[in-house]
């Protein structure tokens, strides 16, 4: 069984943007936190309902759900109540997880970084505590910085240093430039599960065969969770490893059908990472002929149940 689901805006839902706030303007008082955070709890209660409404499962949050939390004071006092955001994850059975920015990086060589960084995984451990959720925090593993071997006991070191919160919920996931599957095993002895995201492996020079990065990523994942993985293909034009705006139906099929047969059909979560987020799936789906549809419904139940009182309205 397959969780699909697409990364934090919900682009076919009405006002399909989060609010942000600029540090230099908050600095200067020109920025309140309080009604940004309480709309953007809402924004993503509203997300959650509408990715369950789809048939879409699985769900990533915004590490910005909640801006400047690790840097005003105070912050953690003005997020609303989320209990609402909870139930609606409940009754739509929606797996969360959770991806900070590439600033966050547990293996920097430079202390003033680690710190930001570990106040940031600290900061989102809490956030998905008042969640409920049970899915990933998802990093990468940053760069080498010339010594791979140092990095890498910089990187254990970083991950000793986590609350419990996010540490319980930390993933490491394959780059297209520093980090393959097997790199990622060897730096942490395996103790890390790792998501294996397919652009990034087609996009690093010194990836490992497809079947083997897939194979050891998924067995990296404790029975008591769900492994998740990344979908997405290139922007044509951009650089390699540049997500582009949509997907295909045939791709995201082909590689939902390899990740069944990977993970001896274990659930499992697949994450879409492109532009046009949930408007991208729908438009892949839109694609797929009626067998491909049905292929796909098997591998995906929860398209299935979304799709089932679309024909019954149609009969």
Known sequence: MIRLGYVCQSLGMPEPSLRTAQLGRYLKGLVELTPIYTYNAEYVRR???????????????????????????????LVPDLRAVRRAAAHGDVHLSNHPSQFVVLSSPREEVLQNSLAVMDDQGWVMDLLGAQGSITLHGGGVYGDRESTAARLREGI???????????????????????ELLEATG?????????????????????EVELEGALRTWPAEQLPELHYSEQWKGKPSGAHAQHITGRGLLRFC??????????????????????????????????RQRARLHTLVPGLAAAAAPQRACLA
């Open 160 to 182: 000793a240093r986590l609350t419990p919160a996010a540490r319980h919920r930390l993933a490491l996931e394959n780059d297209e430039r520093c980090w393959t599957v097997p």
């Open 190 to 210: 395996g103790e890390v599960p790792i998501v294996f995201d397919n652009l990034h492996w087609a996009a690093n020079p010194r990836s490992a065969p497809y």
């Open 47 to 77: 997300s959650i309902a509408h990715s369950a409404a789809l048939g879409l499962t699985a769900h990533r949050i915004s590490s910005d759900l909640f801006p400047l939390l690790d840097i005003a004071p105070g912050a953690r006092m």
């Open 257 to 290: 059908e390899e990740v069944d047969e990977a993970s001896d059909r274990r659930e499992v979560v697949v994450i879409v990472e492109a532009k046009q987020k949930d408007l991208a799936i729908l438009r892949a789906l839109g694609e797929l002929t009626s």
